[in-house]
């Protein structure tokens, strides 16, 4: 399901509702076990509807299953801001404020045991991380009952190779000892 919140589709929060195809909104089961979050929408995910479809997409989820079991199907997978930012740039502050009611309201709906940030952006938009992913990586935080954790990006791990997979198997080892206690 796409979590119930029927006016984020048409969202005029900011500009990328111009340039953008489509509201990405994401999508999963209730109370999953895990909630992943990205940075934003790719040129794949733009055009498909979804998050993560794409190459990063297909690397995480291969980690993901590899080191805790969980399967794609097992998580709400969604991103910090709904909309693809012109050629892939970073989110800029503006359109960063504008999207946050939504995921916040994502969050309270979807109601996760554990939640899994990717990279800088999510990592600061979701734990108030204000040093870089290669500092914070790992380290298990609580957002009120829920708990979570900040690893680096698969688009990092594609640019930069086995180092960085490496990093992301040894956190989601981590993870994986955690929702084994739940
Ligand atoms: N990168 C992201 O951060 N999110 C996606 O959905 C795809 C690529």
Not at 90 to 102: H, I, Q, S, Y
């Amino acid at each position: 399901m796409e979590t119930n919140i029927p006016e984020l589709a048409s969202c005029q929060r900011c500009a990328l509702s111009k340039t953008r195809t489509r509201v990405v909104i994401g999508s999963g089961p209730d109370s999953p076990s895990l909630m992943v979050i990205g940075e934003a929408p790719g040129k794949n995910e733009d055009e498909g509807g979804e998050p993560f479809i794409g190459r990063s997409g297909q690397l995480l989820f291969r980690l993901l299953e590899e080191e805790t079991g969980l399967l794609r199907s097992d998580c709400f997978v969604t991103n910090v801001v709904k909309c693809r930012p012109p050629n892939n740039r970073t989110p800029n502050k503006t359109e960063l404020g504008a999207c946050r009611p939504w995921l916040d309201s994502q969050f309270i709906a979807v109601s996760p045991q554990f939640v899994l940030a990717l990279g800088n952006t999510a990592s600061r938009a979701v734990f108030d991380h204000t040093e870089p992913i290669g500092a914070v990586h790992g380290k298990v935080i609580s957002l009120g009952p829920v708990r979570g954790m900040a690893t680096y990006h698969p688009a990092a791990a594609l640019r930069q190779g086995p180092s960085v997979v490496d990093v992301m198997r040894q956190d989601l080892r981590i993870l994986k000892t955690l929702l084994g206690k739940q």
